[in-house]
């Protein structure tokens, strides 16, 4: 199966759909409280995001997810930087509304994804990236299982035009059934 083929990946705390313009509504109402969040990629006007994930899609480079709960939006994540050759494909520009932060959403939806990218896809390494100053991200994506492989220096300019060193995780095919299992308990705790 191909990374960017749009698939809807379900479980019993959440489902990930093809995002699409019909989840417009739901997501301007569940970005509602992360103004603060200056470090991350929460969109200022959810309509042109979408059109953007879209217009990435249909290019190749991504394949975005609505994340929903209890049949509502209450967020997005993609499948980006997709090389198919090698494979290899990172997780990123995600975002959840605060209703569903530190709850078990997160990461059924990252169980989702990376089995989808390991088992389906067949991938070699699947990548998760946030700003340095993510402190919440950089510790959820270490409770995946992730190892950080290092931080990239004034590697992009941030909506602000201030540089944003970004730190970059990864997990390979021999870790995935670990981090799977390690997923799979807290799920169960949950």
């Excluded at 494979?87 to 605060?98: A, C, D, F, N, R």
Aim: with cysteine; proline share 6%.
């Amino acid at each position: 199966m191909l990374l960017n083929e749009p698939v809807a990946l379900e479980n019993t705390h959440v489902r990930l759909e093809p995002l699409s313009h019909r989840h417009a509504a739901d997501l301007t109402h569940a970005r509602e409280g992360l103004e603060y969040a200056w470090y991350t990629s929460v969109p200022a006007a959810v309509p042109n995001e979408i059109e953007h994930r879209l217009a990435e899609h249909a290019a190749g480079r991504m394949n975005p997810f609505a994340v929903v709960r209890d049949g509502r939006a209450v967020g997005m994540t993609t499948f980006c930087g997709i090389d198919q050759e090698s494979p290899h494909v990172e997780i990123g520009y995600t975002w959840l509304s605060p209703t569903v932060q530190r709850t078990a959403v997160n990461t059924a939806a990252k169980l989702l994804l990376l089995t989808h990218a390991f088992e389906d896809c067949g991938v070699i390494a699947v990548e998760l990236r946030t700003h340095f100053h993510n402190l919440q991200s950089r510790a959820a994506i270490a409770r995946l299982g992730a190892r950080q492989d290092g931080i990239l220096r004034n590697h992009r300019l941030g909506p602000d035009g201030s540089p944003r060193d970004t730190v970059v995780f990864s997990i390979l095919p021999h870790e995935w059934p670990g981090v799977r299992r390690g997923l799979e308990a807290r799920l169960a705790r949950s």
